[in-house]
């Protein structure tokens, strides 16, 4: 089916209580293996790419340098990948951009074919968010594409997102920012952070979600709530990793049962990254220790090299250079490439896999409406009314 804007599965989310989670994907392999994972659990799919993953996609390996028109390139060579593989999906899928660092990205986005677009203004003055967030909405519902704003900032690294401390969101703020700027979603900061290094045994403030939803019911205003920086960074890839040779300290997730008790507390869609780097990135280790012989392999050896030499590193992103046809377009020359895209496959359904069936979306993609995007934007039209 075509792809859906986001607004019809938040809705669905909160209608029937369940966590849907937004996985970011950085390659092809990547996006296939979400959607399939997402098909076999009859779940609902959010992809995710980060602004910057976007210039990666665009072929830009030094990707916190990436300019518009590499993440212009990137951001359709993801959105025809999601197409491909969901083209003929029984399931609704959105295609989501992360952390959309400015206007022109959040356009550059839409334009190569994203249904949904995150505006980050959370580190500008509030005035100043509400100005940028309202005109991303002006400029994405009227084309029936989705918002998602952001309140409140985050600690820990993210890309180009750092902030050394976290500001709780304010729930009257965020029931004011919703009301001025008509967004479908919000970011709040509740203790969640980005990175793998969260602190151990973090507890979130779900009474700020709880405040917020319980102001949005009372005023009739529809928004959902997502929750950044939620990776649960599984403690035993981790340890598998290390074991392989890697350095990873300080590694802390937010436990599983905390994200699961913001769920009714108001939280509706939960990003994960993280995750699914350090998973792809076992299994690229894996390989190496199992098959030896691979480790001079002509188009996969540079990757072991990256990984030997760059061992308190887990994003794919870093590794993967060497094989960036793979990553953008799919292609698979030779058997020792189809390895490494299975390594990153495996991955991705390893870590979406458990979350989709921990935040509750596994069988509910019957339950979230398919609307076009012409059909979304000629609701958006309604509502502004």
Do not use: W
Not at 176 to 196: P, W
Not at 198 to 216: P, W, Y
């Amino acid at each position: 089916m075509p792809l859906i804007p986001l607004r019809p599965l938040l809705e669905a989310t909160v209608k029937y209580g369940f966590g849907q989670g937004a996985f970011n994907v950085n390659a092809v392999a990547q996006a296939k293996a979400a959607i399939e994972v997402h098909e076999m659990f009859r779940s609902a799919a959010i992809l995710q790419g980060a602004d910057l993953a976007n210039g990666f996609m665009g072929g830009r390996t030094d990707f916190m340098n990436a300019t518009l028109a590499d993440k212009k390139i990137g951001a359709k060579n993801i959105a025809d990948a999601v197409k491909k593989y969901g083209a003929d999906s029984e399931i609704p899928i959105v295609l989501h951009l992360d952390h959309g660092r400015d206007y022109d990205s959040c356009v550059a986005a839409i334009e190569g074919g994203y249904t949904s677009v995150m505006i980050d203004g959370s580190s500008l003055p509030f005035k100043e968010n509400i100005e940028l967030t309202r005109e991303v909405v002006k400029y994405a519902h009227a084309r029936g594409v989705s918002v998602e704003g952001e309140l409140g900032v985050l600690a820990g690294v993210e890309d180009h997102v750092f902030s050394a401390s976290s500001t709780y969101t304010n729930p009257l703020d965020a029931v004011e920012f919703f009301k001025q700027t008509g967004v479908d979603a919000l970011a709040i900061s509740y203790g969640t952070m980005h990175g793998a290094s969260k602190g151990k045994d973090v507890k979130l403030r779900k009474e700020i979600a709880i405040a917020i939803r319980e102001c949005m019911n009372h005023t009739g205003i529809f928004g959902a709530l997502v929750s950044h920086g939620s990776s649960t960074v599984p403690k035993y890839i981790v340890d598998e990793i290390n074991a392989m040779g890697g350095e990873l300290t300080n590694t802390y997730g937010i436990s599983i049962e905390e994200l699961k008790a913001a769920i009714p507390a108001g939280i509706s869609k939960i990003n994960v990254d993280t995750d699914i780097r350090l998973a792809v990135t076992r299994n690229m280790k894996e390989l190496f220790a199992k098959y030896p012989e691979k480790r001079t392999s002509a188009s996969i050896g540079p990757i072991y090299e990256l990984l030997e030499t760059k061992k308190n590193q887990f994003d794919p992103r870093v590794f993967l250079p060497p094989i960036m046809d793979t990553v953008m377009y799919g292609n698979v020359p030779d058997e020792d490439v189809a390895a490494i895209v299975s390594c990153v496959e495996r991955g991705v359904k390893e870590v979406v896999g458990t979350l989709i069936v921990e935040f509750g979306s596994f069988g509910k993609a019957p339950l979230v409406e398919q609307v076009s995007l012409d059909e979304m934007a000629e609701r958006y039209k309604k509502m502004e009314k």
